[in-house]
Nanobody, 121 residues
Framework: QVQLVESGGGLVQAGGSLRLSCTAS?????MGWFRQAPGKEREFTAA????????SYADSVKGRFTISRDNAKNTMYLQMNSLKPEDTAVYYC?????????????????WGQGTQVTVSS
C-alpha cells in the first residue's frame, strides 16, 4: 500500500505560478496529476513514466505546466505557470502499478487526498 501526500496548493492571481509536490511513502512507478473542479468530473492533467523520461499533458495545460519527479526522494512535482482562473480545482496525484500510464483514472491504483488550487482573476 502506497500513501501519497500532496502539498503546495493555494491562492494565486491569474498569470502567477505554483509548484505542487506529491510525496510517496514508498517506491512508485508511473505517476500522474489529475484535477477536479466543482461540479465536474476528475480530469487528466499530466503523467510521467517511472524513469521520468516520458511525459504527457492535457491540451489545456500543455506549454504551461511541467511534470517532473525525483525518485531518490519519492516525490513528483507539477510546476504550474501562467495560471488561469479555469485552472482552479482540487489537484490529485496518483500512482500506477506499471512503468507507463496514461490519462484514464482507472490506470491508477493509489490516490492522494488532493490539494486546492485557486486562481483569481
Amino acid at each position: 500500500q502506497v500513501q501519497l501526500v500532496e502539498s503546495g496548493g493555494g491562492l494565486v492571481q491569474a498569470g502567477g505560478s505554483l509548484r505542487l509536490s506529491c510525496t510517496a511513502s514508498g517506491r512508485t512507478y508511473a505517476m500522474g496529476w489529475f484535477r477536479q473542479a466543482p461540479g465536474k468530473e476528475r480530469e487528466f492533467t499530466a503523467a510521467i513514466t517511472w524513469t521520468g523520461g516520458t511525459t504527457s499533458y492535457a491540451d489545456s495545460v500543455k506549454g504551461r505546466f511541467t511534470i517532473s519527479r525525483d525518485n531518490a526522494k519519492n516525490t513528483m512535482y507539477l510546476q504550474m505557470n501562467s495560471l488561469k482562473p479555469e485552472d482552479t480545482a482540487v489537484y490529485y496525484c496518483a500512482a500506477a502499478p506499471r512503468a507507463i500510464a496514461g490519462p484514464r483514472t482507472t490506470e491508477y491504483d493509489y490516490w492522494g487526498q488532493g490539494t486546492q488550487v485557486t486562481v483569481s482573476s
